[in-house]
T-cell receptor
């Protein structure tokens, strides 16, 4: 069974700092990987999706990379802002294209003004 | 567009009581999903509906039933609630099985005493 791990569980950084969130998965046979943002008491918002054939995706200050062979993905946030404070989740879709997404437990990010 | 809506937002039940969590989407999506989110664990898929009239089990279906009432609505029923079902429940939808962006509702926080 696919297992997804995110380290650290929590991270605090001063405003303006660049930061990296990590996600690792045990089965490299994936269909794609997604990064989500979750605000307290809210649902999940999709940030970036990387197909298994891609190495990275960028959206604004966010850049996600994928190293399928080593079972790792990173989410890079440039010039962090207090509004970036949230929990960031990664989720893997199995290589069979099955409907089940396997989620990590998330990294809770706090950006201090 | 309201996106994905869920009712109720909060609910407290006693062990053995039953209830139905409601979910509706106004994006004309074919596929709908129910997840649960527990502390220290990633979101886990309970049931999904690939299209109107079909439902399938996910990773943790025991103790739950679902109904795809029509294309817009997908309900989750707990017939006899147990404390282990205390969780936050999220509904999600996506256009079809081959598209990857899932849109999530705000969640229902359920406590079973």
């Amino acid at each position: 069974k696919q297992e997804v791990t995110q380290i650290p569980a929590a991270l605090s950084v001063p405003e303006g700092e660049n930061l990296v969130l990590n996600c690792s998965f045990t089965d490299s046979a994936i269909y794609n990987l997604q990064w989500f943002r979750q605000d307290p008491g809210k649902g999940l918002t999709s940030l970036l999706l990387i197909q298994s054939s891609q190495r990275e995706q960028t959206s604004g200050r966010l850049n996600a990379s994928l190293d399928k062979s080593s079972g790792r993905s990173t989410l890079y946030i440039a010039a962090s802002q207090p509004g970036d404070s949230a929990t960031y989740l990664c989720a893997v879709r199995p290589g069979t294209g099955a409907n089940n997404l396997f989620f990590g437990t998330g990294t809770r990010l706090t950006v201090i003004p | 567009n309201a996106g994905v809506t869920q009712t109720p937002k909060f609910q407290v039940l006693k062990t053995g009581q039953s209830m139905t969590l409601q979910c509706a989407q106004d994006m004309n999506h074919n596929s709908m999903y129910w997840y649960r989110q527990d502390p220290g664990m990633g979101l886990r898929l309970i049931y999904y509906s690939a299209s109107e009239g079909t439902t399938d089990k996910g990773e943790v279906p025991n103790g739950y039933n679902v109904s795809r009432l029509n294309k817009r609505e997908f309900s989750l029923r707990l017939e006899s609630a147990a404390p282990s079902q205390t969780s936050v429940y999220f509904c999600a939808s996506r256009r079809d099985l081959d598209t990857d962006t899932q849109y999530f509702g705000p969640g229902t926080r359920l406590t079973v005493l």
